[in-house]
T-cell receptor, first 113, second 113 residues
Framework: NAGVTQTPKFQVLKTGQSMTLQCAQD?????MYWYRQDPGMGLRLIYY???????DKGEVPNGYNVSRLNKREFSLRLESAAPSQTSVYFC????????????FGSGTRLTVV | AQSVTQLGSHVSVSEGALVLLRCNYS??????LFWYVQYPNQGLQLLLK??????LVKGINGFEAEFKKSETSFHLTKPSAHMSDAAEYFC???????????FGGGTRLMVKP
């Protein structure tokens, strides 16, 4: 019963480097989401995938790309990291796009220097 | 567009005292409302949700919230605070489709012995 698994848990990047944050869920959920969490701003949606094969932009998509690799996996890529992307990133999944309540991973703490 | 405002970024109560965390929302459609809790260095856990059934919603760990349409509020309460309740709490609103869960800025609850 792992739920939502994110890797890595911590990462330090230099400005301009690229990396991919991985997310996998084992609950057979259809919908998956990437959020970033910054102090005082709550969580903001970066991208989401309502179902396998579809992805859509959220509130703050600039500087990011996503891939819904299969039903289980949803990755987030930073092509050229910037200090403004220093944040804690959370992946979440939902049974479908109805409101059952999201299941969140434990987060990736990313620092860009 | 929907939005969530949580009044008070920090709330401090004594152990055994009433907990009241405030949440006001705006939504152009009948909302779905959620409260999540985040313990240090962890992801978010669903506390409770309102999906147009009973206006008083009971959640885990003795928390409950009341949906008041006339006040556009969904405040979270607990009659008696416990030390283990110390965490950050997030209110969130979703539209009918559930694709865009919008979070408030969060309230950090501190419990004094």
């Amino acid at each position: 019963n792992a739920g939502v698994t994110q890797t890595p848990k911590f990462q330090v990047l230099k400005t301009g480097q690229s990396m991919t944050l991985q997310c996998a869920q084992d609950m057979n959920h259809n919908s998956m989401y990437w959020y970033r969490q910054d102090p005082g701003m709550g969580l903001r949606l970066i991208y989401y995938s309502a179902s396998e094969g579809t992805t859509d932009k959220g509130e703050v998509p600039n500087g990011y790309n996503v891939s819904r690799l299969n039903k289980r996996e949803f990755s987030l890529r930073l092509e050229s990291a910037a200090p403004s992307q220093t944040s804690v990133y959370f992946c979440a999944s939902n049974r479908d796009s109805y409101n059952y309540g999201y299941t969140f991973g434990s987060g990736t703490r990313l620092t860009v220097v | 567009a929907q939005s969530v405002t949580q009044l008070g970024s920090h709330v401090s109560v004594s152990e055994g005292a009433l907990v009241l965390l405030r949440c006001n929302y705006s939504s152009s459609v009948p909302p779905y409302l959620f409260w999540y809790v985040q313990y240090p260095n962890q992801g978010l856990q669903l506390l409770l949700k309102y999906t147009s059934a009973a206006t008083l919603v009971k959640g885990i760990n003795g928390f409950e919230a009341e949906f008041k349409k006339s006040e556009t509020s969904f405040h979270l309460t607990k009659p008696s605070a416990h030390m283990s309740d110390a965490a950050e709490y997030f209110c969130a609103v979703s539209d009918n489709a559930g694709n865009m869960l919008t979070f408030g800025g969060g309230t950090r609850l501190m419990v004094k012995p």
